[in-house]
């Protein structure tokens, strides 16, 4: 199978440090993905790993650990507009994603 | 920039008429997807077509088909709207399997149908 489990919700202040959590059980994986995703818009691309360790973008770095079945992405400086659900997915073949449920991130003042 | 878009932001039909979602892609992928997203499900996949006149059965074809015949061009149907196929439906377009970035899939804007 290929479950890919991720916290339902998360909360933050603005101007800290958020680490969401994603693992996942499956035979085999091109790469995964993090995408953000604000309410009633569509997903956009933020990362993707495909080799283990540490992918840095600005304030947004992604880690994956294959042997682990694991990844992370984490949230620095948090802004209010970083208030979005962040999608966790594997791509396999033909580029086919499977995506986890999602982690719904609040950042407050 | 690549450009997706869907033929419908909002859509309303009731049970039994026959629905046809539009999604048209300018940057030339080979690939295209559909997926519906429902709350605390995430997205899951209907279909999705690697070339023109080919398609492929997602996670979740039931009760839905699919039309592949431009490269940029891909329509899902729904042959007898049912009441629980109100949701939100993503189209999503990608390069052909690669490395690196060109894995990334970009989405549509969104249809948020609703069957009555």
């Known amino acids: 199978g290929q479950n890919i489990d991720q916290p339902t919700e998360m909360t933050a202040t603005e101007g800290a440090i958020v680490q969401i959590n994603c693992t996942y059980q499956t035979s085999g994986f091109n790469g995964l993905f993090w995408y953000q995703q604000h309410a009633g818009e569509a997903p956009t691309f933020l990362s993707y790993?495909?080799?283990?360790g540490l992918e840095e973008k600005g304030r947004f770095s992604s880690f994956l650990s294959r042997s682990k079945g694991y990844s992370y992405l984490l949230l620095k400086e948090l802004q209010m507009k970083d208030s979005a659900s962040y999608l966790c997915?594997?791509?396999?073949?033909?580029?086919?994603?499977?995506f986890g449920a999602g982690t719904r991130l609040a950042v407050h003042p | 920039d690549v450009k997706v878009t869907q033929s419908s932001r909002y859509l309303v039909k009731r049970t039994g008429e026959k629905v046809f979602l539009e999604c048209v892609q300018d940057?030339?992928?080979?690939?295209m997807f559909w997926y519906r997203q429902d709350p605390g499900l995430g997205l899951r996949l209907i279909y999705f077509s690697y070339d023109v006149k080919m398609k492929e059965k997602g996670d979740i074809p039931e009760g839905y088909s699919v039309s592949r015949e431009k490269k940029e061009r891909f329509s899902l149907i729904l042959e007898s709207a049912s009441t629980n196929q109100t949701s939100m439906y993503l189209c999503a377009s990608s390069s052909r399997a690669g490395t690196g970035d060109t894995d990334t899939q970009y989405f549509g804007p969104g249809t948020r149908l609703t069957v009555l």
């Open positions: 997915d594997l791509s396999g073949g033909y580029n086919k994603l499977i």
């Open positions: 940057m030339d992928h080979e690939n």
């Open positions: 790993n495909v080799l283990d």
